[in-house]
């Protein structure tokens, strides 16, 4: 496999389920992303991790909660959530993160797509 | 802080029509710049990039050209096609540890 993979391509959760999101890269990248696209919104980044350590997060509710256990793997843990979280999550990955002038782009998953229900 | 804008879609054109899609930024530093596709159902792919000043990016007949005077990342395509219909997001990378700013995406539609 190459590049970034997400599961479920689809979910569809009740209120009170907990559920997980898996993200895999086989890019040999140190930096990885949830960002959370809605329809008619800008996409909105909600956590990065770089070497495994959470270097962003961007007031996201606790009912999502991130887990990176190595530089290949990045997960979203969902619990009690409403139906405004239904959305397409994407995750991505890139080179790691430094001080300097970052040129490199990022690499995305195709999404899962979330209905709350 | 930093901030990518776009112009507002839809835009809908005809096939073999010239494309243009606005793109300004505001950064802090002096970053690389982006342009993304994504397809229905899909995920976001790279379409091109500009990583300084006057530098021109191209990818399947799409070009943008980085112009640090006016911060502006205006994608074009000379003769657009059905498959090219598809929401864009034009990107920037600033200096230091931060992930990629994006606008608000334009979605194209292109009729035959």
């Known amino acids: 496999e190459t590049g970034v993979t997400q599961t479920p391509r689809h979910l569809v959760m009740g209120m009170t389920n907990k559920k997980s999101l898996k993200c895999e890269q086989h890019l040999g990248h140190n930096a990885m992303y949830w960002y959370k696209q809605s329809a008619k919104k800008p996409l909105e980044l909600m956590f990065v991790?770089?070497?495994?350590?959470?270097?962003e997060n961007n007031s996201v509710p606790s009912r999502f909660s991130p887990e990176c256990p190595n530089s290949s793997h990045l997960f979203l843990h969902l619990h009690t959530l409403q139906p405004e979280d239904s959305a397409l999550y994407l995750c991505?990955?890139?080179?790691?993160?430094?001080?300097?002038?970052?040129?490199?782009?990022?690499?995305f998953g195709q999404g899962t797509r979330l209905t709350v229900v | 802080g930093n901030s990518v804008t776009q112009m507002e879609g839809p835009v809908t054109l005809s096939e073999e029509a010239f494309l243009t899609i606005n793109c300004t930024y505001t950064a802090t530093g002096y970053p690389s710049l982006f342009w993304y596709v994504q397809y229905p159902g899909e995920g976001l792919q790279l379409l091109l990039k500009?990583?300084?000043?006057?530098d021109k990016g191209s990818n399947k007949g799409f070009e943008a050209t980085y112009r640090k005077e006016t911060t502006s990342f205006h994608l074009e395509k000379g003769s657009v096609q059905v498959s090219d219909s598809a929401v864009y997001f034009c990107?920037?990378?600033?200096?230091?540890?931060?992930?990629?700013?994006f606008g608000s995406g334009t979605r194209l539609q292109v009729q035959p």
């Open positions: 991505a990955s890139s080179q790691a993160l430094t001080g300097g002038k970052m040129n490199t782009e990022a690499f």
């Open positions: 991790y770089n070497f495994k350590e959470q270097t």
């Open positions: 500009a990583t300084k000043a006057d």
């Open positions: 990107a920037l990378r600033d200096t230091g540890r931060r992930a990629l700013t």
